[in-house]
């Protein structure tokens, strides 16, 4: 058995933290905990978009044939029809783009993708639930491991520590304090109070509506809805609504999303998630054409999400500690490539780190690498989940969507389907592998 160079403490079980935990699999001689907040590593909330490039990455760690029984389906390099795009803001709708993928998009729900994730674990990896961390302490230069607190008065001692504990970090915020003491100390005023004011997630400005209709509810009101076979975006001024079927067509997802310009970057008043009422969501989409309104009428019971990001930051490292996922980079949701992105982060730092360059004295250098190569990638794909929801949204531009002729609308509207395209196709036309092998060149 060889002996071990070191050990790495993953906090938070969700799909980024679990994807490194088996990432790192494939290198037996480090040790690998995870800790995770929650009573389980099930995970509740939206499914995961997996697009080509995330699936190319699922490959590699022998995950896309268990994951592809869940799904009943895996991406091909096949040209797929993925989504029909279609203005409805207005009395009659008007298609305008029909979105044609290499692959497709695959959705996983949450739990099932958390299931296959643990069933690819070691027996030897140790995986805790009831663990909220705290804090970290770690000494400015090694010898001398990592010191973890966790909520229940629990210690425990790492070598590198991961923060993959989501858009409210406690890793986060104990790492950009630290880089923040820091700053301060060597009399950099201006970065620590940027550090400190990008510890809390903030408001995109964006609510999310989410449920899913009965297909025989739906059928009994609309037999000819394309909803039942068709992948829609309808979209109009300040909001759109993305509908697909599930579970071999027994039911409609609905994902309703409505913006309040002006509120990016601020708080939120109440709850993140929180149970409304059908007619708030009819009130929002009050004016849109028939075949949306009888869609939302066959809701029973929408949930509202207010869909929070985080501030871009200048590192994702601090000393033996990183971040991924959304504890570096939460993301507006327009795009389907959160979780995508929290999988790269998870496959390129488990190769730096399993990398036998990487030792317990050059751990520091791996995480300088996996910083420089992700972080400007990560906030370039946060930027353009915000342009496409702007187009999603028609906002962004003084163009009157709503008060010109005709010809001119559609003409304008064939111009943004080519922009929605150009801004999206690296999901489906590029790899991670350039990266991982500049990630490489660089220790």
């Known amino acids: 058995m060889s002996a071990k160079r070191f050990r790495v403490a993953i906090c938070g079980g969700g799909i980024g933290g679990l994807t490194c935990a088996v990432a790192l699999s494939k290198y037996p001689d480090i040790d690998v905990y995870v800790y995770e907040a929650g009573t389980s590593f099930a995970q509740n909330g939206p499914g995961c978009g997996v697009w080509l490039r995330t699936w190319n990455i699922l490959q590699k760690l022998g995950l896309d044939q268990d994951l592809a029984k869940i799904a009943g389906t895996q991406p091909t390099d ?19 783009l029909q979105l044609t993928t290499r692959g497709g998009l695959l959705g996983i729900h949450r739990s099932d993708f958390s299931r296959v994730l643990l069933q690819h674990l070691p027996s030897t990896y140790r995986t805790h639930c009831f663990k909220r961390l705290l804090s970290y302490r770690q000494r400015s230069s090694y010898p001398g491991p990592i010191e973890l607190v966790f909520a229940d008065g629990t210690t425990a001692t790492c070598d590198v520590l991961i923060g993959a504990d989501g858009i409210k970090s406690s890793v986060r915020r104990s790492l950009l304090r630290e880089q923040g003491y820091r700053a301060r100390a060597d009399g950099r005023q201006r970065d620590y109070d940027h550090l400190l004011d990008s510890v809390d997630p903030v408001w995109s400005g964006t609510l999310a509506y989410t449920a899913v209709i009965s297909a025989e509810r739906l059928k009994a009101r609309a037999p000819q809805h394309r909803a039942f076979d068709q992948p829609t975006q309808y979209l109009g ?36 998630i929180r149970r409304t009422e059908r007619d708030e969501l009819l009130s929002a ?15 029973e019971k929408p949930s509202q999400w207010a869909v929070h990001t985080s501030k871009p930051l200048n590192s994702y490292v601090s000393g033996r500690v990183v971040l991924l996922g959304d504890a570096a980079h939460a993301m507006e949701p327009h795009q389907g490539t959160g979780a995508g992105q929290a999988i790269e982060d998870a496959y390129l730092l488990a190769t730096l780190l399993g990398q036998w360059r990487t030792t317990i004295d ?25 342009l496409t929801g702007n187009q999603f949204m028609f906002l962004g531009d003084n163009f009157d969507w709503d008060n010109c002729p005709d010809d001119i609308l559609r003409n304008r509207l064939r111009h943004l389907g080519g922009a929605i395209m150009n801004n999206w196709d690296w999901a489906w036309s590029t790899t991670i592998d350039e990266s991982v092998a500049e990630g490489i060149r660089m220790l």
């Open 78 to 96: 096949d040209p797929v029809s993925t989504f029909s795009f279609r203005k409805s803001d207005r009395a009659e709708g008007i298609d305008f």
């Open 237 to 272: 001024k300040n909001g759109y609504i993305l509908v697909y079927p599930i579970a071999q067509g027994k039911i409609i997802n609905v994902a309703g999303f409505h913006t309040r310009p002006g509120r990016e970057n601020t708080s939120f008043a109440g709850p993140w």
């Open 285 to 299: 989409y009050s004016r849109w054409e028939p075949e949306v309104q009888v869609l939302l009428e066959c809701i």
């Open 362 to 386: 050059s751990i520091p250098h791996a995480l300088r690498s996996y910083d420089a190569i992700r972080r400007p990638f990560a906030n370039d794909i946060v930027r353009r989940n915000r």
